[in-house]
């Protein structure tokens, strides 16, 4: 495992019960694109879709404590929790009981073509080095089926930066990659997908771009 990896897991594994008692309790900052992200899969013909079933299967790379995955839940979907830190999927299990998490590395994702219909990443892929990036954002175009959206959120800025100097975590070893809109939309332009959409915004501490894409689809300016 690379090292930026390693030490990402080690410390949200060291973290876990106190990150979901900080991020837990208000999840409002998100709640306007995971509405976006429910009414795009909602938009995936059946025909389309590679489950072989009506409900919407979705994928949440890098679940961490499964707030997303119970939200799609209660939407009527069929979520995937999905991360590399177990701490976590021991924590979605118990949100989701429903679902049954996935342990595993967003590079190398260990599903069949097409296996969903939509596809969450927030705060996740900008765990991942740099240079595996295109490589990880393949992969999420491969596992969706025709049609299936990708929401992906990024911290924007120049380069990469740990948060060891302002951190509210004691020995915090994460590592993060910035990408300026830009940067964020070529990604998943390169990977085969039609970009509907790529917003920014802020919240307390830092700036993100939330990019909205689709396979298969006709680009929207």
Do not use: N
Request: proline share 6%; with cysteine.
């Amino acid at each position: 495992m690379d090292e930026r990896v390693r030490r990402t897991v080690d410390t949200y594994e060291r973290i876990a019960d106190v990150y979901a008692d900080r991020h837990g309790g208000d999840r409002s900052s998100v709640a306007d694109i995971v509405e976006r992200f429910l009414e795009a899969v909602e938009t995936v013909d059946e025909s389309d879709r590679g489950t072989g079933r009506a409900t919407p299967r979705v994928l949440d790379v890098g679940c961490g404590p499964g707030w997303e995955s119970a939200a799609f839940d209660d939407a009527g979907l069929d979520p995937v929790p999905f991360d590399l830190t177990a701490s976590f999927l021991t924590q979605a299990r118990e949100r989701v009981p429903d679902a049954a998490p996935v342990r595993g590395d967003m590079r190398a994702l260990p599903f069949a073509d097409g296996s969903f219909d939509g596809l969450w990443a927030c705060a996740s892929l900008l765990h991942v080095p740099e240079p595996d990036v295109p490589a990880a954002v393949a992969e999420f175009e491969r596992v969706l089926a025709d049609d299936g959206v990708v929401c992906c959120s990024l911290k924007t800025g120049p380069g990469d930066i740990g948060t060891a100097a302002e951190s509210p975590y004691d020995d915090d070893r994460r590592h993060f990659e910035r990408y300026a809109p830009e940067r964020a939309r070529d990604l998943f332009d390169d990977a085969g997908f039609a970009v509907l959409d790529a917003a920014t915004g802020e919240s307390e501490h830092d700036a993100w771009v939330v990019v909205t894409a689709r396979v298969g689809a006709s680009d929207q300016p």
